[in-house]
C-alpha cells in the first residue's frame, strides 16, 4: 500500500469515527485541517478573532452534517465548502448591513506594515482583509472559490450587478494597494 493510499484509509476511519459521534475522530480530523480552513476563513473575516469563530462554527457544522459526506470527492472539498458557507451566514448574520458601502471609507483602509518586493501570503490575506466587507466577500467568492456572479447573487441576497460591482471596485483597490505597497518596498532604507 503506498502512503497516499494509507493517508486515504487513514481519513476514511477517521471520517468513519466522526459519523459515530467518535470524540478522538472529531479531534485528529480537526488537527489534519484546521490550520488550511483557518486561512479560507481569515480571508473571509476582518481578524483572526472572527476567523477563529468561523472556523469553530464550520467544524461543528462538520461534524453535525458528517453523514452527509458520501466519500464522492474530496473531503478536504467538501470541508471547505462547508468553512466558505459558514463564513457566508457569518457574513449574513454580523454585516450584511455593510455589503454597500462608501467608496471614499473602503480606500481609506490600512495597509500592511512591513512591505517587501516578494508579497507573502499574510500580506496578501491583509491586503483582502482590508477591503469592505461586501468588496471581501465577492472577491473571495468569485476569485478564489469560483462561484458565479449568479451564485454569489443568489448566496448573499443581492443583484448580479451589484456583484459584479462589488468585484471591480474590489479589483481596483487591491491592484492600488499592491502598487503603493511595491512602490513603498523599493524606496532606499535610511
Known amino acids: ?67 452527509a459526506f458520501k466519500n464522492e470527492g474530496s473531503f478536504e472539498g467538501y470541508l471547505r465548502k462547508i468553512m466558505v458557507n459558514t463564513a457566508i451566514e457569518y457574513f449574513r448574520k454580523n454585516e450584511r448591513s455593510l455589503l454597500l458601502v462608501d467608496l471614499a471609507s473602503a480606500d481609506s483602509e490600512s495597509l500592511p506594515s512591513n512591505p517587501s518586493a516578494v508579497f507573502e501570503q499574510k500580506d496578501l490575506i491583509k491586503l483582502i482583509q482590508g477591503l469592505a466587507p461586501g468588496f471581501r466577500m465577492v472577491f473571495n467568492l468569485f476569485a478564489i472559490e469560483g462561484y458565479s456572479h449568479q451564485e454569489i447573487a443568489e448566496q448573499l441576497g443581492i443583484s448580479e450587478g451589484t456583484s459584479k460591482s462589488q468585484l471591480a471596485r474590489a479589483r481596483i483597490i487591491l491592484q492600488e494597494r499592491l502598487k503603493k505597497l511595491e512602490t513603498l518596498s523599493h524606496e532606499p532604507i535610511r
Do not use: H, W
Open 1 to 67: 500500500m503506498t502512503p497516499k493510499q494509507e493517508d486515504k484509509l487513514t481519513e476514511f476511519r477517521l471520517i468513519e469515527g466522526c459519523v459515530k459521534g467518535d470524540r478522538r475522530s472529531q479531534e485528529l480530523i480537526y488537527q489534519l485541517f484546521a490550520k488550511k480552513m483557518f486561512g479560507i476563513c481569515l480571508r473571509y473575516t476582518n481578524d483572526e478573532f472572527e476567523a477563529q469563530e468561523v472556523l469553530q462554527l464550520g467544524f461543528i457544522k462538520l461534524f453535525e452534517k458528517i453523514k
